[in-house]
């Protein structure tokens, strides 16, 4: 058997920003004049890393990844991957949604082969069989090899958001981009499926931009949280390092006392300095 | 003898009696007030014993052929159902493919749904005598008030289904970057498939209203035409026990395209 076709890490010298937001500002014309989402967003995010973006609802995170994935344009700046400006979706920005958005009337395998495929849109059958074996390496890498042939209705959430996560590594993408992905979950689930991502990361080194709600799983998970403020015209308020070292373990982590002190850090920035008023939201 | 097999049958009776029951003392509760009701000397309607003596022929044998029009009520159906079929695939066809383009197509779905909206409310027997001044053909016209009666629900449907094809899945064909002929095939036409598939079951039983009110008036062989035929002889008896074939049939068209649905469409819950 051949090995797992993981995606190899980038041998550049030189570290140029990867992935590159310089002054994105994003706003909708309304009746009103024009309504600011996003005001003046730097970020440069290095191949290989893992960013987590964190912050209230509607501080804009979603629409931050929107501009990555290229579902959306910015109004102001410009979102650039590899030097190329991004100004639509594609296969190499790959999305893993909070809610799946796997095709119901596909099974597993299926799902993942349609992405496979569009990427790679085998030719001749040497091709095609090439990528069969992708598709099937990928569904045993998230461990549903038997659960290949079942659709979407036939799974768990869990399993379904495995399936969603190895079709975008299927992919290929030069950046994950990952939408509250565990949102959805049950705790116990959710905490299998971040050991499972972590591994598969700390593996392929791809690089993911993630949205959560959760600061646990944004420390456990990530080199560095960009922690947004309030919308409107929301932009990032602080970027935090997490400086532990991979391989990391949940329970030695969740014992060390620096963890303490950048999990207060993030709910200090989210509850006390951009605490949501309730009467406005 | 039943000793040897007593657990299936109680069981299996026990499942069935409260669903079969029901139904069954409603049918002889009726039949026995109708008996009661129709049983004066010479009443207007005939009481069921009366249908069944007079009908009998009828009833027991669906499928004789004496020549012309006089068949079997088996035959009849047949018939009937055959200017159904062709009226309601032409239907389907024309009704999915211009639902498809309508909903695809905002400017289109501008230009032409107010007029889908008028049509659609025109009863399906005020088309046949535009139907028969154009084609000069009784079959051909009964045909076409199938055609237009079960083109509606289908062409509105699919085109309502169509433009609700959930934005996630329109994302994921934007990453993957689907050409038109997959978007179709893989996202499209799967997603709108339930709201096609309602349209074909209302167009079914449209179909089967329309096809017996349009035999009446253009004669032929047909289910429509033997009940005004015998209206015409004053063959009462012979009326209901066809009435009792034409509700038959159109309860068993419904259940086919709806289980025809639930075979094809994969929903998410």
Avoid at chain 1, 136 to 141: C, F, P, V
Avoid at chain 1, 198 to 226: F, N, P, Q
Wanted: proline share 7%.
């Amino acid at each position: 058997m051949q090995s797992l076709p993981l995606p190899a890490p980038l041998q550049s010298p030189v570290e140029l920003p990867f992935l590159e937001l310089r002054d994105v500002s994003k706003f909708y014309p309304t009746s009103k004049g024009n309504y600011t989402v996003l005001q003046g967003v730097n970020l440069s995010v290095q191949s290989g890393e893992f960013v987590s973006i964190i912050g209230h609802s509607g501080c804009g995170k979603t629409t931050l990844l929107n501009l990555v994935a290229g579902f959306t344009r910015p109004s102001q700046g410009f979102v650039s991957l590899e030097n190329q400006r991004i100004t639509a979706p594609g296969p190499d920005r790959m999305v893993v949604f909070q809610n799946y958005s796997l095709l119901p009337w596909l099974t597993a395998y299926e799902n993942i082969h349609l992405g496979v495929k569009s990427v790679y849109r085998p030719q001749n059958a040497t091709e095609k069989r090439r990528v069969r074996q992708i598709v099937e390496e990928h569904l045993e890498l998230v461990g549903l090899t038997d659960a290949a042939h079942k659709k979407p209705k036939q799974l768990s959430g869990g399993m379904k958001q495995r399936v969603a996560i190895a079709r975008a590594l299927a992919m290929r993408p030069q950046i994950l981009l990952l939408d509250e992905p565990f949102g959805a979950l049950d705790p116990i689930t959710r905490e299998e499926l971040q050991d499972e991502l972590l591994g598969i990361w700390e593996r392929t080194k791809v690089t993911v931009l993630m949205i959560t709600h959760d600061v646990d799983e944004a420390i456990y998970l990530s080199d560095r949280i960009v922690m947004m403020t309030n919308g409107p015209s929301a932009t990032i308020g602080e970027i935090l390092t997490i400086p532990f070292a991979h391989p990391r373990n949940r329970a030695r982590l969740t014992e060390d006392p620096q963890f303490f002190t950048l999990r207060n850090q993030c709910l200090s920035f989210l509850y006390e300095r951009f605490a949501l008023d309730i009467d406005h939201d | 003898m039943t000793t040897t097999i007593p657990l299936p049958r109680r069981y299996s009776w026990q499942k069935f009696l409260p669903i079969v029951l029901p139904p069954l003392i409603v049918l002889v509760l009726v039949l026995v007030v109708w008996q009661i009701l129709c049983s004066g000397s010479n009443p207007r309607l005939p009481a069921p014993i009366t249908i069944i003596r007079e009908s009998w022929h009828l009833i027991v044998n669906p499928f004789f052929d004496k020549g012309g029009t006089n068949k079997g009520l088996g035959l009849q159906v047949i018939e009937s159902l055959r200017r159904v079929a062709i009226g309601y695939t032409l239907a389907s066809v024309v009704g999915v493919s211009i639902g498809i383009l309508v909903g695809t197509n905002q400017l289109i779905n501008r230009g032409v749904d107010p007029f889908f909206q008028v049509l659609r409310t025109v009863p399906p027997l005020a088309w046949l005598p535009i139907a028969l001044a154009g084609f000069r053909q009784a079959e051909t016209s009964a045909i076409f008030v199938i055609f237009i009666t079960a083109i509606w629900p289908i062409l509105i449907n699919t085109s309502v289904g169509v433009q609700q094809v959930p934005q996630d899945y329109r994302n994921v064909s934007r990453i993957l970057r689907l050409n038109r002929w997959e978007y179709f095939w893989t996202i499209l036409l799967p997603a709108s498939a339930p709201y096609i598939f309602t349209g074909m079951r209302i167009a079914a039983g449209l179909s089967w209203l329309a096809i017996v009110a349009a035999e009446m008036l253009t004669g032929g062989v047909g289910i429509g035409f033997f009940i005004w035929d015998a209206w015409n002889s004053s063959r009462i008896t012979d009326i209901i026990v066809a009435l009792v074939y034409v509700g038959m049939v159109g309860l068993l068209l419904d259940r086919l395209v709806f289980y025809a649905s639930k075979l094809i469409v994969q929903s998410e819950e």
